[in-house]
């Protein structure tokens, strides 16, 4: 019997949050990760490009045997979904519904707040898939956060001062319309790395609004659209990269919680 | 009689800090000013791609009309400049060894601090051309300063804690092997936004070293090569972007302090 092989695809690193989820989820299971590094930060660029650039990754991903992709890039979700399920044979899931439907289940009312990066507020993807669930999104954009935990900054004190200003911000805008988040969601995937230090900047601003992580979210809804997995085998990954193999290597580790010992150099063009 | 049209390239906006440094000493002059924003950051890529980069936006450039080449990006000035010369038939000037230069007429000692991105320091091209002129340079990488600038936080009390910690840290560094810098080079063109700042933290630092700006520095060192200029016109410029055109008249217009009217979008490919 051939082992489960799941890809899973990111223009970087971030998207090992959403691996470091899966893995403990499917036992015996082989992942492929790809993170499309050369050609990052996918959110400045058009829409055509980042779904040529996703639709190549997730074929290369395909056609290395995986019968399962997961898009773990909030950008390429929210720009190149439908084209990358057009382009391939296999299931294929992003990381924003899943993230709006567990913080539908995690919000007391229909207010929630999204932090995310300028280019996937801009798309207003989290908005559109939550307003699909009966809930009305306000999105924060937060450029700085990826920086800061791409520094290793993640319990540093000028982290902790962007957090109150971001978050002071968010929840002043929503203020001023008589809205209370009761959930707030990580819409990217470097921010499940300062969970903690955002659940303590909201307690400091009294919000007792719940964290939702929409890596973990992500990772649930792969597993239950697979169906149950047994093995008395943990699972497996490799990992792929298009340039910079050093900086996945050590920042990935970060991020994956567990060490990254090589890392394959791949060439998509251009 | 034609006017003389200057080229000025960067991956992003930046160099639009050594733009503003030109047009007051080139009356009369005309200036193209290329963005390669479609595959900024340089930083993370191989040589082969920056140089592919560089080259085909410097010989853009040059089909335009442009008698004289500035290349105002410190990664494709470390790692292409060489190529960049094969490949097209009128002068380039770089960003670094101007800076240098600088940096060795203010420095009252042969140690010099040069503050930069992670790939401007990875590539050691400021030590390298600093030891040319006799100078000891010590690299300091400044991930944050860039996302800040991007930010806006130019004054931002944030933006001096970031300072305080990367410039005390430099300054330790260097005192631990005897040493303290009689000069500060920038070597981003992002980091000119917040000269003052650097400046101000130095000095509350008790750190009498001169801050060099090398943006300033190329633009003087374009302008001796080029000989006298004299018109009573302005300069006048005109911008192109490969992408984000939005981002990129909103941020420019904080680099160039002045207003951009418009950018043209343009298509190298890939």
């Not at 990052?40 to 980042?50: D, E, M, R, W």
């Not at 649930?220 to 943990?234: I, K």
Request: with cysteine; net charge negative.
């Amino acid at each position: 019997m051939t082992r489960n092989t799941i890809g899973v695809f990111d223009s970087g690193f971030g998207g090992l949050t959403v691996l470091r989820a899966l893995l403990p989820l499917f036992p015996g299971s082989h992942f492929l990760y790809l993170g499309d590094t050369a050609r990052l930060p996918y959110g400045a660029k058009s829409q055509a490009t980042i779904a040529r650039y996703a639709v190549e990754s997730a074929r290369f991903l395909e056609d290395k045997g995986c019968q399962r992709l997961v898009i773990a890039c909030n950008t390429a979700t929210a720009l190149a979904l439908p084209d990358i399920r057009d382009n391939v044979g296999v299931p294929v899931t992003g990381v924003i519904l899943p993230g709006a439907q567990a913080a539908r289940a995690a919000a007391t009312g229909e207010d929630i707040l999204v932090l995310a990066t300028d280019a996937t507020v801009s798309s207003h993807a989290y908005r559109d898939n939550a307003a699909s669930l009966g809930l009305r999104a306000h999105e924060k954009a937060c450029p700085l956060l990826v920086p800061l935990v791409e520094e290793g900054w993640i319990e540093h004190p000028v982290l902790y001062d962007v957090l109150r200003i971001y978050l002071r911000e968010a929840l002043h805008e929503m203020a001023e319309q008589g809205r209370v988040p009761s959930a707030v969601l990580l819409g990217c995937t470097h921010y499940p790395l300062i969970a903690d230090p955002i659940r303590r900047v909201l307690r400091e601003l009294d919000c007792p609004a719940t964290v939702v992580d929409s890596a973990e979210a992500t990772a649930a809804e792969v597993a239950a659209a697979a169906g149950p997995q047994s093995s008395l085998h943990a699972a497996t990954f490799e990992c792929f990269a298009t340039d910079s193999v050093q900086k996945f290597a050590r920042l990935g580790s970060l991020f994956l919680q567990r060490p990254i010992h090589s890392v394959n150099l791949l060439d998509l063009g251009g």
